[in-house]
């Protein structure tokens, strides 16, 4: 497991840094408190481009193993066709954020935009840690969603996982030319 934690610990200190405080990573459970895994990864930004699918944050996930995504970009339409009504950037991103937003909040969360569905996040997700924290006492609140805290690994560990990390867990499939010049 150190190995794993590893990875998991470099694409969340990634993240962040790319991010600061626009990054949110939650874990989900179901109404009775188990943890549920997902192995499909959604990302969506501005509501006008998503990716979903089954690659990792990771090398190994995008040089050696058989992961598939695929990307939309929302381009506004020019025009209906005569019709008289324009559509929007963003259509598919912003229903699949809004559906996905509903599905982990509960059905009749309020969404006012990309970032008040951040905040939604956020709220709904201290409010189910806190619950749980609490001991689980008065009605469950509604929402899925529980804070995900990076895993903590001793120097030490952090060390000698580093090694089966980067030559096993996730080895650099690139060839060597493109590792030497920093290419992908």
């Known amino acids: 497991m150190p190995p794993n934690l590893v ?10 840094r790319a991010g600061g405080d626009r990054v949110a990573v939650y874990s989900p459970e179901n109404t009775e408190g ?9 990302c969506i930004v501005d509501d006008t481009w998503a990716i979903i699918g089954s690659d990792n944050f990771n090398r190994r996930s995008w040089t050696h193993d058989s992961e598939l995504s695929c990307a939309v970009i929302d381009q ?9 009504v324009r559509r929007g950037a963003g259509t598919y991103a912003h229903a699949l954020r809004t559906a ?12 006012d935009g ?3 569905a951040f905040e939604a996040f956020r709220r709904a997700a201290a409010s189910l840690d806190a619950w749980h924290a609490g001991g689980r006492r008065g009605p469950r609140p509604p929402g899925r969603l529980r804070g995900y805290h990076k895993p903590r690994l001793s120097s030490w560990t952090t060390a000698w996982a580093q090694i089966p990390y980067r030559l096993i867990y996730d080895p650099d499939g ?9 290419r992908f």
């Open 7 to 16: 990875g998991r610990i470099d694409a969340l200190e990634a993240l962040q």
């Open 34 to 42: 188990t943890p549920v895994y997902v192995h499909a990864k959604v």
């Open 76 to 84: 506004p339409a020019a025009d209906d066709g005569g019709m008289g």
């Open 100 to 111: 996905l937003s509903r599905e982990h909040l509960g059905g009749d969360a309020e969404l």
């Open 114 to 116: 990309a970032c008040g």
């Open 174 to 182: 690139r060839p060597p030319s493109m590792r030497r010049a920093g």
